[in-house]
């Protein structure tokens, strides 16, 4: 059961325009949501995070935006440039379980220069 | 400060062999995590240790794989008798594991190739 579904499994943007990746979760149970950037050959990093008691989180260029009624979150990020080519996945886990990570499968983005 | 190491980087193995691979986790974080990052299963959770609680194992695809946790820091992961399908990345990450400190910090992972 894929709990956490992730679009668009990729994405090119223009150098300096925004890209916004989506992800809806189906337990309402969750109560973190971070999204990560992944290199090749690299481990996941955390970019930024948000918990369901805020609408909206804004980090420099990230900023995550979160619908809890739609049980929707997505990553936007304002004047991308070709250093953010990477994978980005979201996760959603549950504090009192552990805090366990289900993880989207993905976003390719490319940033053309 | 030092962040999550893994070690090695990249193991081939044969089917039928036994490995281990090690995580060394971000000093002062008492909870570990183990993942498995593989192109048809996505990354997954396999394993959870928060401090000297018994692990959170509800993640481990068979009982061919195991873990252990020495002393509150270091961690091994072993896989018994290797399959192909074993061949993934496998991403270990450490937290505080304080409420309100859930930020999980990931290692570079240990390619695993099972020949």
């Known amino acids: 059961q894929q709990q956490v579904k992730q679009s668009p499994q990729s994405l090119i943007v223009q150098k300096g325009g925004i890209s916004i990746i989506n992800c809806a979760y189906e337990n309402t149970a969750f109560d973190y949501f971070p999204w990560y950037q992944q290199f090749p050959g690299k481990g996941p990093a955390l970019l930024i995070a948000i918990r369901p008691d805020v609408s909206e989180k804004k980090e420099g260029r990230f900023t995550i935006s979160f619908n809890k009624s739609a049980k929707q979150f997505s990553l936007h990020i304002m004047d991308s440039q070709p250093g953010d080519s990477a994978t980005y996945f979201c996760?959603?886990?549950?504090?009192?379980?552990?805090?366990?990570?289900?993880f989207g499968a993905g976003t390719i983005l490319r940033v053309k220069s | 400060g030092a962040g999550v190491s893994q070690s090695p980087s990249n193991k081939v193995t044969e089917k039928g062999k036994d490995v281990e691979l090690r995580c060394d986790p971000i000093s002062g974080h008492t909870a570990l995590y183990w993942y498995r990052q593989s192109l048809g299963q996505g990354l997954e959770f396999l394993i959870y240790f928060q401090g000297n609680s018994a692990p959170d194992k509800s993640g481990l695809p068979s009982d061919r794989f195991s873990a252990e946790r020495t002393g509150g820091s270091v961690s091994t992961l072993t896989i018994q008798r290797t399959q192909q399908e074993d061949s993934a990345v496998y991403l270990c990450?450490?937290?505080?594991?304080?409420?309100?400190?859930?930020?999980?910090?990931f290692g570079p992972g240990t390619r695993l190739t099972v020949t």
């Open positions: 990450a450490s937290s505080l594991g304080l409420s309100g400190a859930y930020e999980q910090y």
């Open positions: 996760a959603a886990s549950i504090e009192s379980y552990g805090n366990k990570l289900v």
